[in-house]
């Protein structure tokens, strides 16, 4: 509308008398509301015109309510470029109507041009603009209306409140929050949202916990801001209560909780929610597809994340991406390779996603020359310019074949700035190669340029020790502790009776650790007799060769597997979540658990999955 010539042409007419109704155009109004398609406003828009009551300001403004309102915006505004003088309620009415759609522009022309007809603006005309601007503009309005005397009306506030919340400004947010007489449920929800968006999630529980009434959508603003910010815990603890509090969960909510579900691996709750979701005829549509499979396979249910990915009839690339993600996670790269294949007859493009899901697949298989394949093909093919995560995916799988130079040499190559976490693959690499001087230049390298992060601190330490090296391990553990760098706690979780219950390493807290703990011990002596002994080579010198076994002993999920051997029947399948890369001594001893106990056991740990059975692992020890 910004070009047209509309309020030049503007017929001048003589201003509306809304004196002397008939009959007639009361029941025309009436008529109006109970419209419920265009045709119908078109047949009373001619019974208007035809019996001359066309400058009927009431009828004008119905029609033009009622084309907008059944989202017939082009017809709504011809009528209002049509009517000689409108008043407040029509420019308001149209402002409205632009606003709602996010058109603000229009909107704020429309609102200039108010002005200038001398038509002053009322509260509704300012909550309408506020409804689709931006902070900056939100800002200038907010001192019209203080001129003007409307900053206390509730419409107004609420409005304000909105646009600060969106623009982040928590300050100015809290300010009209905190003085606010009379707090409506849309302005503490502006308020909620606003502390979530920024992490100040504990603000956030406060309000959330203090509020009388709250409806489905504080309900997921507050679940989904747990999620975002990595409290999947809290997420799930919140949805319990929600649903306590018998409020009717809907798709947002649906989506987060399946997303927290995934993080933790609770796959209970997450088959709770999709039969939930199958009771309460929560149309399945792709998105909630995309996060049934992307929970199925972060909870290790490949078989569910297959039959949701194949019921859903309409597939965008988005849920392709999530089945190949998981068939990769999983190291099943012959069925990530043919979802590829499939996607691509289909006539879909890959994306960027595409291919670090079949180049993990590589990865985690060994497979090196398809990897430069998919590699190649992204980049020549597709067009499609590899980012700092397909290096990464591709450093992790030549760096695990042993082909280091070449690793290294693709980092120096690479047009994009390397990050931490790829040198740390290859660093990794390097430790589990036995190659220690390319290992130590590079440590020396990352230290020099300031791009040492702790786990290349934890790296140099690991790797002198495994060379026997104390004392460079000495001199590296004295520049941890100066720099305050500890390892990363492990921590481990098993979700029995839809509880997630988490261990770290030597873990005391769980109230059945006297079990526990006794069970572990069985568990030591059954392995001995299997012929184990631990591999102590990686735990420090200054600890004495029996609290070396301990240290190894006491790994989180050895605590995790021994919780789950005495909560689950025999026979069940364990599930554990591990945040760390699993280490040798632990894979070691879960094939042997599996084969003494006859368990399967599912193992997620920081890079992918490991499923033991019958002493054997799926990783084939390639990890
Ligand atoms: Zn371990
Ligand atoms: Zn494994």
Known sequence: MSNSPLFTSQPSRPPTNHHGFHVLPDKLALLLDKCRNLNQILQIHAVILRHGHENSSILNFKLQKSYSSLGHLDHSFTLFKRTSNPDVFLYTSIINAHSSRGLKFQAFELFVHMLIQGVEPNAFTFSSLLKSCLIKDGILLHSQVTKLGLDENLFVRTGLLDVYAKGCDVESARQLFDTMLDRSLVASTAMLTCYVKHGCLDDARLLFDGLEEKDVVCWNVMIDGYTQYGKPNDALMLFEQMLKAKLKPNEITVLSVLSSCGLLGALELGKWVHSYIVNNKIRLNVHLGTALVDMYAKCGSLEDARLVFDGITRKDIVIWNSMIVGYAMHGFSEEAFHLFDELCKMGLHPTDITFIGVLNACAHAGLVSEGKKFFGLMKNQYNLKPKVEHYGCMVNLLGR????????????????????????????????????????????????????????????????????????????????????????????????????HEFIAGDRNHPKTKTIYKKLEEMNRLLKDHGYSPQTETVLRDVEEKKKEQCLGVHSERLAIAFGLISTSPGCTIKIVKNLRVCTDCHTVTKLISKITGRRIVVRDRNRFHHFEDGVCSCGDYW
């Open 401 to 500: 074949a042993g082909h280091l130079e070449e690793a290294y040499e693709l980092i120096k190559g690479m047009d994009v700035e390397p990050d931490s976490v790829l040198w740390g693959t290859l660093l990794s690499a390097c430790y589990l190669h036995n190659k220690f001087s390319l290992g130590e230049e590079i440590g020396m390298f990352l230290i020099d340029k300031n791009l040492a992060s702790d786990g290349t601190y934890v790296l140099l330490s690991n790797m002198y020790a495994k060379e026997g090296n104390w004392d460079n391990v000495a001199k590296t553990r004295a520049i941890m502790k100066k720099k305050g760098i500890q390892k990363e706690p492990g921590c481990s979780s098993i979700e029995i009776n839809n509880k997630v």
